[in-house]
């Protein structure tokens, strides 16, 4: 099945400790975003690659880390959280032929204590 | 400073024709227009894009006017599964994409 998974679902940290959320596609998508979601702002774009080694910020950045060695995996990693970055968060992949169809995954969402 | 602005949430009935517009006054050249749905504790499903004129799939319609500064969602016929929010986005090229609030449409038997 084409999907987005992303581990791990539900995690309650303090601050300061440093974390990972992991993201997998398995479609052979180029393209990998990361999004934060807080009431009443929609979902914002935390960053973006658009292939292996590439990687460019979104319109929240601050605070967050990427990479992407590996075209499936794009993980997500707060170096330093803080309680602001209490959210839920939603990795997504598209092809480079389907323009601005992405798929999501299912959202992890993160508190910060 | 939001790149749409769209209702904050609207009702309608089952059976009903829903438009949802939203306003994107400062849409660059490059920029398409797309629209997703999100049920509460998933991530959004994408709907339908478009870039002028109007666009139809199985499941939306979507209309732009020639200016390009909004579009409208227009839903057939909609049944209480379609109860969800609605965003409106531009997209920057094909990699930076600009979600608005969303409208919360609610759809009553």
């Known amino acids: 099945e084409a999907q987005v998974t992303q581990n791990p679902r539900y995690l309650i940290t303090v601050t300061g400790k440093k974390l990972t959320v992991t993201c997998s596609q398995n479609?052979?998508?180029?393209?990998m975003s990361w999004y934060r979601q807080d009431p009443g702002l929609g979902l914002r774009q935390i960053y973006y690659?658009?292939?292996?080694?590439?990687?460019d910020k979104g319109d929240v950045p601050e605070g967050y880390k990427v990479s992407r060695k590996e075209k499936r995996n794009f993980p997500l990693i707060l170096e330093s959280p803080s309680p602001n970055q209490t959210s839920l968060y939603f990795c997504?992949?598209?092809?480079?032929?389907?323009?601005?169809?992405?798929?999501f995954g299912p959202g992890t969402r993160l508190t910060v204590l | 400073l939001a790149k749409t602005t769209q209702p904050i949430s609207m009702d309608s009935y089952e059976g009903q024709e829903v438009n949802i517009t939203c306003s994107h006054n400062n849409i660059a050249t490059n920029d398409y227009i797309t629209w997703y749905q999100q049920f509460p504790s998933q991530g959004p499903r994408f709907i339908i894009q478009?870039?002028?004129t109007k666009v139809t799939n199985e499941v939306a319609s979507l209309f732009i006017p020639a200016d390009r500064k909004s579009s409208t969602l227009s839903l057939p016929r909609v049944s209480l599964s379609d109860t969800a929010v609605y965003y409106c986005?531009?997209?920057?090229?094909?990699?930076?994409?600009?979600f608005g609030s969303g409208t919360k449409l609610n759809v009553k038997p």
């Open positions: 690659s658009m292939n292996v080694e590439v990687t």
């Open positions: 997504a992949s598209k092809g480079t032929s389907s323009y601005n169809e992405q798929f």
């Open positions: 479609m052979n998508h180029e393209y």
């Open positions: 478009g870039y002028k």
């Open positions: 986005l531009v997209a920057e090229g094909f990699n930076k994409f600009y």
